[in-house]
């Protein structure tokens, strides 16, 4: 079978086609149906769940060419039509019911694409329709877990890893830092526009919203294709590997570096230097590195450093240490807030969870809090507004 080759999958799918549910395929079947919320008929919510993924050759072709057709839909017809058996065949398992339901994490939100398209393929009528409703599923959203998942984490061994609790965070919740936040999405737009973008560089005080607003992009911007791969500085060394792997599919890949800094005894920013830039290897176009630090030079540097510290090209080595942050080519600051900034902050995200709290308590709560808590900043009025909500 094209689609799958000599797996298991293809017996699964062979086994749902000729209704040969054995005890092992319908322990699966059940797995997969409680994993993702899957509700109704069984059968077909699997075959799609099969279907959507897998990284097959006639699904990576689709993702990759966009509409029209080719040759290689030619030979996936007789695929498409011992596939449209699965969609069509009666069951005993037509009005199955998760044991639970309304979970709002990352496989719930995978599970109604899985829905969707299951209900697609239910509908077509014959093997050239089922065709071209795969072939519009895989070119509007690609396939395997970059169809189903919008944020990744890269694996302890490598590899990646879907995040199956993705932060919530949006634009409209994040008050002021209006200039920091129009950079940030004009660059990552130009990004998806094919045109030429900036790696991003957010720094200054902690607090500030500079991670919040690099997850807030994932909300604005996944359906235009944008995912986003959380990498620790420890894991720098399967970048290579990774990007690779990235470069061969249509999405738009942002690595997020979250908190970046280095110790002056550290090496691995050597080594993040050449994946920026300067490796042997080009960066693909489809991929952009945006960090998070509290710090404008990434390296750490000490007086030391500045004296020489025993090394004769101690100018050299300065060059190098600050030379990381030079590679993002573009760089937004984020000050900490002054004291009315902050009250506003309060104010605006108390205006959507605390209305009925008068005006004058919120503020003279929210100063106290300030002193308690490491004075002003956003991350301190988000939390003020969460200590209101336990009170409650």
Known sequence: MLFFGRTEKTAALNALKDGKISRELLFDMIEVAEKYGLKGNLCAHYGAYLLASEENAYALACEKRGRGESS????????????????????????????VSGAKNEDARAGKIIMKLSNSLTACK?????????RDFYRRNGSGMFALYRGFIVAEKGGLAPVLQYSDASFDGIYGYERQKKQLCDNTEAFLAGKTANNVLLYGDSGTGKSTAVKALLGKYEKRGLRIIGVQKHQFSFLPE?????????????????????????????YLKAIIEGGVAERPENILIY???????????????????????????????????????????????D???????????AETEHPHIPQDELIAGANAWAVRHGGYSGRAAHQYILSLSAKE
């Open 72 to 99: 290689i839909d030619k030979l996936a017809q007789s695929d498409a039509k011992s596939l449209l058996g699965i969609f069509t065949k009666e069951s005993d398992y037509d009005n199955y019911v998760p044991a």
């Open 126 to 134: 014959d093997e050239r329709q089922l065709l071209a409703t795969l």
């Open 242 to 270: 990774i990007i690779t792997e990235l470069s061969l599919r249509k999405y738009r890949f942002i690595l997020y570096l979250d908190d970046l800094s280095f110790e002056n005894f550290e090496t691995e920013y050597k």
């Open 291 to 337: 960090a998070t630090s509290n710090r404008r030079h990434l390296v750490k540097e000490t007086f030391e450093d500045r004296e020489g510290g025993g090394d004769i090209h101690r100018d050299e080595t300065t060059s190098e240490q600050v030379s990381l942050s030079e590679r993002f080519g573009l760089q937004i600051y984020y000050a900490k807030p």
């Open 339 to 349: 004291k009315q900034e902050y009250m506003d902050m309060v104010l605006f995200l």
